[in-house]
C-alpha cells in the first residue's frame, strides 16, 4: 500500500512537471511569434514613418547621435563608440605587436590592425555600443511611455503607435550608425598607429606601408553594411521589449536588462553570419603594396 502511493506521488509530480514544460514551451513559442510580428509590422511601416512623421524621424537621429541636454558633450553616443573602439584599437596594437614579435615579424603590425580592426574588433565593438548607449535608451522610454498609458493615449488620438514609436527609432539608429562607425573606425586606426609608433617605438613608414597594403576598401564597405545590420537589429529588439513592458518601473528595468542580452547576443550573431557570408568562402588577404 505504502510503495503504491508512492509510486502515485512520483507519477503525479511527472504529470505536473510534463504539464509545466509543455506550458513553458508554448510561452516560448507565442513570445517568438509575438516578437516575429512586430518585427515585421515595424520594417513594413517604416514607409509610413518616413512620410507622416519626419520631423520625429529627424530629431530622433539627432539624439540618437548626439545625445541631449548635458550629457551630449560626454555621454552621447558618438563619444562613447570613439572611446570603445579606441581602446579596442589600442588592444589589437598592443597583442598583435607584441604576439608578433615573439616570432620576429612585428613589422607587420599594421597588417594586423588593417585586418583585425575592419573585420571584427571595430564591428563588434560599435555593436556593443549601440546597444548599451541607443537601444538601452530606446527600451527605457518605450517603457516609460508604456507603464503611463501614453502609448494607449496615441492610440486613442488616432496615432499608429509602432510607426510612431518603433519604426521612427530603427530609421534614426540605421542612419546614425553610419558616422558613428566612420568616427569610431577612424578612432581605431589611430588608437593602433599611435600605440605601435608611440609606445614600442616602430617606424611610422613600415607601419604605414603595411597597414595601407592590407587594407582593403572593399572590407571596410563591408563593415559599414554590417553595422547597418546591426543597428536594424539592436532596434528592433530594443524597440519591441520598449514597447511591450509591463510590471510598473521594475518591469521597464527588466525589459532594459533582457534587451540588452538579446542584443548583445544578436550582434555576435550577425558578426558571424556576415563574415561566413562574406569571408566564408575566400578569406585571402589584400595586398597592394
Not at 548599451?132 to 507603464?147: C, H, V, W
Amino acid at each position: 500500500m505504502t510503495i503504491a502511493i508512492r509510486r502515485q506521488g512520483h507519477l503525479d509530480r511527472f504529470r505536473t512537471k510534463s504539464v509545466a514544460r509543455v506550458k513553458g514551451s508554448k510561452r516560448s513559442l507565442d513570445e517568438i511569434g509575438k516578437q516575429a510580428l512586430f518585427y515585421r509590422n515595424a520594417i513594413f511601416e517604416i514607409p509610413i514613418a518616413l512620410k507622416h512623421y519626419r520631423r520625429e524621424t529627424l530629431r530622433l537621429v539627432a539624439e540618437v547621435a548626439l545625445g541631449s541636454g548635458a550629457l551630449a558633450l560626454i555621454g552621447g553616443t558618438v563619444v562613447i563608440c570613439g572611446f570603445l573602439t579606441m581602446s579596442a584599437g589600442a588592444v589589437v596594437a598592443l597583442q598583435g605587436y607584441s604576439s608578433l614579435g615573439d616570432i620576429g615579424v612585428e613589422a607587420l603590425t599594421g597588417f594586423f590592425a588593417a585586418y583585425v580592426n575592419v573585420r571584427i574588433a571595430a564591428p563588434v565593438i560599435a555593436g556593443v555600443g549601440l546597444a548599451a548607449t541607443i537601444g538601452a535608451g530606446a527600451t527605457a522610454q518605450l517603457g516609460a511611455m508604456r507603464i503611463s498609458e501614453e502609448i494607449d493615449a496615441l492610440e486613442v488620438m488616432g496615432v499608429r503607435s509602432v510607426p510612431y514609436l518603433a519604426s521612427t527609432r530603427i530609421v534614426a539608429g540605421m542612419v546614425a550608425i553610419v558616422p558613428i562607425y566612420g568616427v569610431a573606425v577612424i578612432a581605431s586606426f589611430l588608437a593602433s598607429r599611435t600605440i605601435t609608433i608611440v609606445v614600442y617605438g616602430q617606424s611610422g613608414g613600415v607601419y604605414d606601408h603595411y597597414f595601407t597594403s592590407f587594407l582593403n576598401p572593399t572590407d571596410l564597405l563591408w563593415s559599414f553594411l554590417q553595422v547597418i545590420l546591426m543597428g536594424l537589429v539592436v532596434m528592433l529588439i530594443h524597440s519591441y521589449f520598449g514597447y511591450n513592458a509591463s510590471g510598473g518601473p521594475a518591469g521597464v528595468g527588466e525589459a532594459v536588462g533582457r534587451a540588452v542580452r538579446a542584443s548583445l547576443a544578436a550582434v555576435v550573431f550577425v558578426t558571424l553570419a556576415v563574415s561566413l557570408a562574406v569571408y566564408g568562402v575566400s578569406g585571402n588577404f589584400n595586398f597592394a603594396g
